[in-house]
Nanobody, 127 residues
Framework: QVQLVESGGGSVQAGGSLRLSCAAS????????MGWFRQFPGKRREAVAT???????EYTDSAKGRFTISFDSAEKILYLEMNNLNGEDTALYRC??????????????????????WGEGTQVTVS
């Protein structure tokens, strides 16, 4: 079992920045992959970024150039640094964890029900 707890969300003005954190506990596989997706009102989900155990990262087009994903393996904390935020970034941001696939494969799967483990999320509101 893996437990994921997100934090760092909040309200920010357009153009501002936030750093989200996701603390992982439990059994983290050596070939892990972790990432972020966001959930909009009406439950639509959209992948944001992923990182695998080799340190490879992948981003959706909406995140490229503005967001940076990283993982502190010693502390088991996943981060998402978000810059130049706009109203379209308003959503519930959730982290996910799985294993055995690359960051690229995970980007296409993280928002699906069978991905692995998810946290409950942290709300980001951009006005």
């Amino acid at each position: 079992q893996v437990q994921l707890v997100e934090s760092g969300g909040g309200s920010v003005q357009a153009g501002g920045s936030l750093r989200l954190s996701c603390a992982a506990s439990g059994r983290i596989h050596s070939d892990f992959v972790m990432g972020w997706f966001r959930q909009f009102p009406g439950k639509r989900r959209e992948a944001v970024a992923t990182i695998d155990s080799s340190g490879r990262t992948e981003y959706t087009d909406s995140a490229k150039g503005r967001f940076t994903i990283s993982f502190d393996s010693a502390e088991k904390i996943l981060y998402l640094e978000m810059n130049n935020l706009n109203g379209e970034d308003t959503a519930l941001y959730r982290c996910g964890a799985s294993w055995g696939i690359t960051a690229m494969m995970a980007l296409g799967r993280i928002a699906h029900d069978d991905f692995g483990y998810w946290g409950e999320g942290t709300q980001v509101t951009v006005s």
